[in-house]
């Protein structure tokens, strides 16, 4: 539940009035995990408290002022959270390598910044104007949109999908900074989002446009039927380790009531010096709603050439999961996943255990509560 502080903001000058909204709300969610995997060293197992395993833990404030005319201003603070240790989520300031957060004066720990969204807009009748940083749409709005687990958790798509851009080391694979954003407005169902986000180098250098990059996605969402593809791309100069960075995906889904079937196909390449290693994966999923139950599955198959000079690369994800409300506010979730790698690869993983060995599969069960206010 939003708590709204609801304020008229007076115009001494002139006396006049301008209604305005501000919101504080946020989610916090807390796991229990069981995880295997097979390493170099032999299968290893490994208990832990998780955090973000149904929905991302959150701290966020949002505003809107109604400027007249049909025109509002509108703000977005958003922070993550590692709860299940009281630190925050790291953020990227210039799209590259350089912008990292720096590391804090306790190892492992981060403090809070708004990394998810931090952006300042305007909304009328053309669309929407925002500027800031902000989710690449090419993530949020096509592959998130329908993943049944909403990209949270050991069983979510992007276990094997955005797997190529996290090993290179790209920086905009779901956030960018120094964004500009325009979203145009529904017309009957279809509508457009275009993102262009900048590194800030100065010219005439090697890597002048590290950092760059662009984000354009289309949808249509009437009724039981929702389809959304797009493109990214972020320009990095050529090394043996990273290039260009490009994610093409698609997304649809089909609610029939008493179950939703999900699909997303996702590629990605990255045009490094001597290669362009590329990572192809399809999802199919389902959501069937049962009273207070949600139960969950999905299957996703991906192949990749990330190994320069070796055959292809095959990873397999099956899921389960399940989430119970107790109230609007609260659920208790549980969600278990297995990932296999073949053909002498090891890049897709559940997580919280460690590097696989070739071939190696790895599981992960996270049990949970979740919490928003």
Known sequence: MKKTLVALAALAATGAFAQSTVSIWGTVDASYNYASADLASGNQTKSFMGNSQLGSSKL????????????????????????????????????????????????????????????????????????GREYVN???????????????????????????????????????????????????????????????????????DDGNGYSATAQYSNGPIFVSLGQQQTKYASTAALGDYTLRSLSASYNFGMAKVVYTYAHEEVARLADTPKNDSNLIGVIVPFGAFNFKADYIRATNSYVAGAADATGELFGLGVDYALSKRSKVYATYANVKNSDGGNLYSTGGVGTLAANGSSNNLAVGIFHTF
């Open 138 to 208: 090419t993530f949020l709005g096509v592959q998130a949109a329908v993943d049944p687990y909403g990209t949270n958790g050991p069983a979510d798509s992007t276990q094997l999908m955005l797997t190529l851009g996290a090993k290179v080391g790209a920086a905009t694979i779901t956030n960018a900074s120094n964004m500009i954003t325009y979203i145009t407005p529904d017309f009957s169902g279809f509508s457009a989002n275009v993102q262009y986000f900048m590194g800030e180098n100065t010219s005439g250098a090697a890597n002048s």
């Open 60 to 131: 966020g404030f949002s505003g809107l002022e109604d400027l007249g005319g049909g025109l509002k201003g509108k703000f977005w603070l958003e922070a993550g959270l590692a709860n299940d240790n009281g630190a925050g989520k790291g953020t990227n300031t210039n799209n590259q390598a350089s912008g990292a957060a720096a590391p804090n004066a306790i190892p492992g720990s981060q403090g809070i910044v708004f990394q998810r969204r931090a952006y300042v807009g305007l909304v009328g009748n053309f669309g929407e104007l925002k500027l």
